[in-house]
């Protein structure tokens, strides 16, 4: 289950201006994937003025696979998402370049974490350099 807070394209600029974030740094704080208190903010702020909750089902497609103290998961293109279940934290790598690391990882979050990296993967979303 993926729950999110959705908002139009207006409000997603106002965001990325009044927070001088960018689109992928609203993108995260409206998926609840980090947790700073300017993430906080943008979520307020987005839920005052028209965003809303959203929950969907979403079934990522990778291969899982579990050893003590991690669960792995790989998608297409080299994509990998390690969650590190005693430190609560997990890492989005491709081979052995990181391209984003998580901190508190919820189990709402963990869902989101693996939306992003299904946006890897199939080409939705651009990896960063």
């Known amino acids: 289950m993926r729950t999110y807070?959705?908002?139009d394209a207006k409000l997603r600029k106002d965001l990325m201006s009044i927070f001088?974030?960018?689109r992928m740094g609203v993108w995260k704080a409206l998926?609840?994937?980090t947790s700073s208190e300017k993430s906080s903010q943008v979520r307020q702020y987005a839920l005052a003025n028209g965003g809303r909750y959203?929950?969907?089902d979403f079934m990522p497609t990778c291969r899982t696979?579990?050893?003590e103290g991690e669960i792995i998961?790989?998608?297409a293109g080299g994509i990998t998402v390690i969650v590190d279940t005693k430190a609560s934290t997990a890492v989005i790598k491709r081979g052995k370049f990181i391209l984003d690391s998580f901190d508190q990882v919820t189990l709402d979050m963990w869902s989101n974490i693996l939306r992003m990296a299904q946006a890897y993967a199939d080409g939705q979303e651009e990896i960063p350099n």
């Open 65 to 67: 696979r579990e050893t």
């Open 20 to 22: 001088t974030m960018s």
């Open 31 to 33: 998926n609840g994937l």
């Open 5 to 7: 807070i959705k908002v």
């Open 73 to 75: 998961q790989e998608f």
């Open 54 to 56: 959203v929950r969907e």
